[in-house]
């Protein structure tokens, strides 16, 4: 069993960005939102411009950029103008993930084995910008070796198909899921690479990822800019935080 390393949560602010898109203004601000959460004790920020700019636009990327002090993990296609984009913004990371303008999220993880000579020139010159490159693949060991091999030093794992299970509230899916989940972290770590996880992570689900030693970082937005409704962003921060740590420290869950 590896040791247990402090886990970090990105608070992604996108759906911050969907509210304010919905009537074309600036309220709310994304970029407050992240002021926000940086003061309730997020590790870091999270931000997908997606190639339609449903919600984060490239503005609201060079500020996020410019005004906090948290790490920017910059979240995208890998297309040649986003290259562009996140190179000029400059973040700590990027996490490249796949993209489709007709789904409604992030459906599934980014396709390294089969694209990896397509991926790998992306992370070639995310590297030379010195900005750390994560791939955003599905708990699967063929991408996660390729992930590796195409240069990234992290992959974040999709829990979306996690996520589904819990919210059907199916056990057996459940516990296959999170195998899936733990056997990939496993992996990922003993060949050298960071281990993150990310999406459709809440309260109900989080514990068991947050538990796994060799993952360092948590990416959330949705269920949090959600929860923000009922008791603050703030809290929703606070009390994700608290979930988290309770499950690395062996506290109950
Ligand atoms: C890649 C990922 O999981 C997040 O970026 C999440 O998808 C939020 O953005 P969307 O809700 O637009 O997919
Ligand atoms: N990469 C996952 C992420 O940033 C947040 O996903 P979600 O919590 O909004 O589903």
Excluded: W
Aim: charge should be negative; charged fraction near 25%.
């Amino acid at each position: 069993m590896s040791e247990k390393k402090p886990i970090r949560l990105g608070v992604n602010i996108d759906h911050v960005a969907t509210i304010r898109n919905a009537r074309g203004g600036a309220h709310p601000d994304p970029v407050r939102a992240a002021h926000l959460v940086a003061s309730a004790g997020a590790d870091g920020i999270t931000a997908h411009l997606r190639e339609d700019r449903r919600h984060i636009r490239d503005d609201d990327m060079r500020r996020l950029k410019e005004e906090l002090d948290l790490p920017l993990n910059f979240e995208m296609a890998a297309t040649a103008e986003m290259l562009q984009l996140c190179i000029d913004v400059g973040p700590h990371a990027c996490c490249i993930v796949p993209e489709n303008r007709n789904e409604r999220t992030t459906e599934g993880g980014l396709n390294v084995a089969g694209q990896h000579n397509f991926i790998a020139p992306f992370v070639r010159e995310l590297n030379d910008a010195g900005i750390r490159v994560s791939l955003f693949v599905d708990p699967e060991a063929e991408h996660i070796e390729a992930a590796k091999s195409a240069g990234a030093s992290v992959i974040e794992i999709h829990t979306g198909a996690y996520y589904e299970a819990a919210a059907a509230t199916e056990p057996k899916r459940i516990a296959a899921e999170f195998e899936k989940i733990k056997a990939s972290a496993e992996l990922a770590d003993r060949i050298g690479l960071e281990v993150h996880a990310g999406h459709g992570l809440t309260f109900h689900n989080v514990q068991p990822v947050a538990a796994l030693p060799q993952i360092v970082e948590l990416n959330i937005g949705h269920f949090l800019v959600g929860e923000a409704v009922f008791m603050g962003l703030a809290d929703a921060v606070k009390e994700m935080k608290q979930l988290m740590q309770d499950a690395r420290t062996g506290g109950h869950y």
